[in-house]
């Protein structure tokens, strides 16, 4: 069968190639009287378009590349439904990508993403960056960027996230209201901003509440269930007291649930815990974990909302970048109640 073209199309109305070009991309020139008979012929003619070939014409593709770290993760699939709802809504359609946790393919996503013309990318960075030239060079080429949960203010691009520290006291403030007198604290890698802030709620919490804060009672890793269990393994090992624990993550207070666990420790009648992120298996584990939301679809929704509403007029990066900053919300459940 032969493939139907714009020229069919422009036979059929006995109007100009041009025009029907025009009309298929939205163009202002055209009446919305052309443009409803040319998609009504295009539709009983199945006439697919080259959306290649247009975004070269236009100059826009309607793809706007979304980078995340993490597709294993509830939270980073909320964003993106949130993200895609409000995209979707405006005529765009996204083009995703998973970093990992790896600069090396963070890099690879953002390459992907310009060889594709992608009208511009939304992003929440790996851990593993430390050198931003690949966020650089997207601001360097015009083209709009916006970061989620993870921030770099030095980029200078907009950004939407939640206030982790303000998460991270609330945590550390919910297991002191419980009776806790010394609270472990598992974190991350203190270059990611989020992780930053989450740490330093958690230090403020203990010195308005008159408790000490000890290095012995802290470590660092990379988010994961093993990284929970290490952690228990030590304190453990090293005969170290504590009553209860903020993790930086959920995954990884599902490690140290699972650890307690098998010490026959039970939670929460002698260690109380509460992760961070509101992941979907901590409503359904035994006991439920307590957690802090990030309203995280919401995350989504507020980032494309804000990239539509600054990409309107073509001067993306003309004015200082806006920040949206979300409320944290406790979930209190069974980890952390006596």
Do not use: W
């Amino acid at each position: 069968m032969k493939k139907v073209t714009i020229h069919d199309i422009a036979k059929e109305l006995n109007i100009t190639f041009s025009s029907v070009a025009r009309a298929l991309n939205d163009h202002p020139s055209i009446s919305a009287a052309t443009k409803e008979a040319v998609r009504e012929v295009a539709k009983r003619l199945n006439y697919q378009q080259n959306k290649v070939a247009s975004a070269l014409r236009s100059g826009r593709s309607n793809v706007i590349g979304v980078m995340v770290p993490n597709l294993g993760a509830t939270f980073f699939n909320s964003i993106i439904l949130g993200i895609e709802t409000v995209m979707n809504e405006n005529g765009y359609t996204i083009l995703l990508y998973q970093s990992s946790e790896s600069s090396n393919h963070e890099t690879k996503g953002i390459d992907t993403f310009l060889q594709s013309r992608v009208d511009g990318i939304i992003s929440s960075i790996a851990m593993g960056t430390k050198d931003l030239q690949h966020y650089y060079e997207i601001k360097k080429n015009d083209i709009p960027l916006l970061l989620f949960d993870r921030a770099v203010d030095e980029l200078g691009v907009p950004t939407v996230r939640i206030d982790d520290y303000r998460g991270g006291f609330l945590a550390a403030e919910h297991l002191i209201k419980n009776g806790c007198k010394r609270i472990v604290h598992i974190s991350a890698d203190q270059n990611v901003k989020s992780f930053k802030e989450r740490f330093k709620g958690y230090k403020d919490a203990l010195k308005q509440y008159n408790r000490p804060l000890e290095k012995e009672l802290i470590f660092y890793g990379k988010p994961s269930i093993e990284l929970g269990r290490d952690c228990i393994k030590q304190l453990h090992e090293k005969k170290i007291d504590f009553d209860g624990l903020f993790a930086f993550e959920d995954y990884t207070a599902l490690g140290v649930m699972q650890q307690l666990k098998e010490y026959n420790i039970k939670v929460p009648d002698e260690i109380r815990v509460i992760g961070f992120a509101n992941e979907a298996f901590g409503a359904y584990i035994s006991p439920s974990l307590s957690t802090i939301d990030q309203q995280s679809v919401k995350m989504g929704e507020e980032a494309a909302k804000l990239f539509l509403k600054l990409n309107k007029d073509h001067h993306y990066y003309d004015n200082p970048p806006e920040q949206i900053v979300l409320e944290p919300i406790l979930i209190e459940r069974e980890s952390s109640h006596i």
